[in-house]
């Protein structure tokens, strides 16, 4: 009998190994046949698409581009429309609210810059440092703003009340001399700087907040290892972490504040002498005080062009190196 001696276990795995299965290979595609799967996946996105599409036309963009035809018309609802070139706009220059309205609107935005732009972040900074109740306070600083803008302006114009509001009791139970808040006209700018900071931080706050959770810890117990203090860490760590939040939303506050109108609507009725009459409520008063839908229209093309212009320069200045190369 003939000894083979043991199978060699290179031979014994071979035998035992399933046998691999050779697909062909597919060929790509053609071409053209990629490019018709491409234009129907974008069609199907485009048809999902469609209905936020046509509210933004109809709704938006279509009367952007009527405005801007409108200011170069003598319009008058129910009879036809006069073309008169600049005259609108020379007439809207011309009236004497006109400078007033862009006084008050700037001293608005800058007041607002001083005052409402560092409160949401130091309270951002306050909520993160919590150990207890994050939730409750988070809903307590972003209450006023599920208040309807119209309701908190009405509470304010009860709290800003000379005689019976709540600002000049709080004062006359401090023993502190009381003022007169939106009815004078040194001070009404600022009453409503404080009523749009209360009523519209909430959500500054939050987003905030949501990029202060976003900073890696890290950097801050490097930091803290070298010695560096809150005021430092907060300089040198949170404020470049957070640089381009802080910055778009420098520049939603800047295009915000400058369309203001519902405080000093429905507030002062901007008084007392045109003392918060700002270009939004001129806008309104053009149209629907003085049945005169052109120069409404010239005025809102005149802020349009300012924001746009304001907004491409900002963008410009504050794009990073990286944006740049």
């Keep these: 009998m003939k000894n083979t001696g043991p199978i060699p276990l290179e031979t014994a795995e ?51 581009i009527r405005a801007v035809v409108i200011a170069f018309q003598k319009y008058t609802p129910g009879a036809d429309p006069e073309w008169v070139g600049t005259a609108n706009f020379t007439r809207v220059v011309q009236d004497p609210e006109f400078a007033a309205a862009w006084r008050n609107t700037l001293t608005f935005t800058l007041l607002a810059l001083l005052i409402g732009f560092a409160i949401p972040f130091v309270l951002a900074l306050v909520l993160n440092e919590l150990r207890h109740a994050k939730a409750f306070f988070r809903v307590v600083v972003y ?54 900071t209360w009523a519209n931080m ?41 640089r381009f939040v802080i910055l778009m939303l420098m520049l939603l506050q800047i295009i915000a504040t400058m369309q203001v109108f519902t405080e000093p609507f429905v507030i002062t009725g901007g008084g007392p002498e045109n003392a918060t009459v700002t270009v939004l409520y001129l806008i309104y008063k053009y149209a629907f005080l003085y049945n005169d839908f052109g120069g409404a229209c010239a005025l809102s093309v005149m802020l349009l062009l300012l924001l746009g212009l304001f907004s491409a320069g900002y963008l410009r200045l504050t794009r990073t190196d990286g944006e740049t190369a």
């Excluded at 009405?154 to 006359?172: H, I, Q, S, T, V």
Aim: glycine share 8%.
């Design 143 to 196: 209450l006023p703003v599920m208040i309807p803008p119209v309701v908190s302006a009405l509470l304010w114009k009860w709290f800003y009340d000379p005689g019976a509001g709540l600002a000049n009791e709080a004062l006359r139970l401090l023993h502190l001399p009381t003022s007169n808040w939106s009815n004078g006209a040194d001070t009404a700018l600022v009453s409503l700087v404080i009523v749009a």
């Design 14 to 64: 071979r035998r035992t190994r399933p046998a691999i299965e050779v697909r062909p290979v597919q060929a790509p595609p053609p071409a053209g046949d990629r490019r018709r799967r491409r234009l129907a996946d974008q069609g199907r996105a485009y048809l999902f698409l469609l209905g936020g599409l046509i509210c933004f036309a109809l709704f938006s963009w279509y009367p952007a």
């Design 202 to 242: 909430g959500g500054t706050v939050l987003i905030y907040l949501a990029a202060l959770q976003s900073i890696p810890g890290e950097l801050y117990e490097a930091a803290e290892l070298d010695g560096a203090s809150l005021l430092q860490r907060v300089r040198h760590v949170t404020i470049p972490q957070t």
